[in-house]
């Protein structure tokens, strides 16, 4: 399996307040993005990274940030949260120069929930 | 960017072949053709991916026609343990990026006993 960890696993917080979920990879990947995934929904994708310091837009980034600092790391931060928010949050790992270019390594997932 | 339909669910009895059929009518001609698998509480994983004609691994097999605008996902004598959702995409991947992949609601496969 990838090398992928995200960090909390689950997260209970309060309307207003800032929020951040770590994605860390020990695959030295190019390519770093960040999912939710809600009911009726599938995964959408919010925010992605092709290098450090590079980031875009996904179709969902309304209300979301990233950064990306280190090719390990990318962090995915609701500067306030808000119930809407509430959803599984997934991060996601590819690499150009595997046998299967675009495949996509999945982390275990980030339960957010906000009051 | 290509469109997916497929159906929202499916049964299925152990031991059973199962084949799952996505519709991507305005697929590009540099697009690709991959299906992930989602078991609950965990992140989708890659089952197959392919171009044209016929792809087979130690899991599933594809089946693409000539015209690419269909794909039909192959699980041969499926068991409980492949309940699951499996979602098809398609894209190029030519830039090694998965950017442009997009996630449907999937199929719910359930296996029966």
């Known amino acids: 399996d990838a090398g992928i960890t995200q960090s909390p696993r689950h997260k209970v917080t309060e309307t207003g307040t800032p929020v951040t979920l770590r994605c860390h990879q020990t695959e030295n990947h190019r390519y770093m993005y960040w999912y939710r995934q809600d009911p009726g929904h599938g995964l959408r994708l919010i925010h992605y990274?092709?290098?450090?310091?590079?980031?875009d837009k996904g179709e969902v980034s309304d209300g979301y940030s990233v950064s990306r600092s280190k090719t390990e790391d990318f962090l995915l931060t609701l500067e306030s949260a808000t119930s809407s928010q509430t959803s599984v949050y997934f991060c996601?790992?590819?690499?150009?120069?595997?046998?299967?270019?675009?495949?996509?390594?999945f982390g275990e997932g980030s339960r957010l929930t906000v009051l | 960017l290509a469109k997916t339909t497929q159906p929202i669910s499916m049964d299925s009895y152990e031991g059973q072949e199962v084949n799952i059929t996505c519709s991507h009518n305005n697929i590009a001609t540099n697009d690709y053709i991959t299906w992930y698998q989602q078991f609950p509480s965990q992140g989708p994983r890659f089952i197959i991916q392919g171009y044209k004609t016929k792809v087979t691994n130690e899991v599933a097999s594809l089946f693409i026609p000539a015209d690419r605008k269909s794909s039909t996902l192959s699980l041969p004598r499926v068991s409980l343990s492949d309940t699951a959702v499996y979602y098809c995409l398609v894209g190029d991947r030519s830039s090694g990026s998965a950017r442009q992949l997009t996630f449907g609601s999937g199929t719910q496969l359930t296996v029966l006993p």
């Open positions: 996601a790992i590819s690499e150009q120069s595997s046998g299967r270019a675009g495949e996509l390594f």
């Open positions: 990274s092709y290098g450090v310091k590079d980031t």
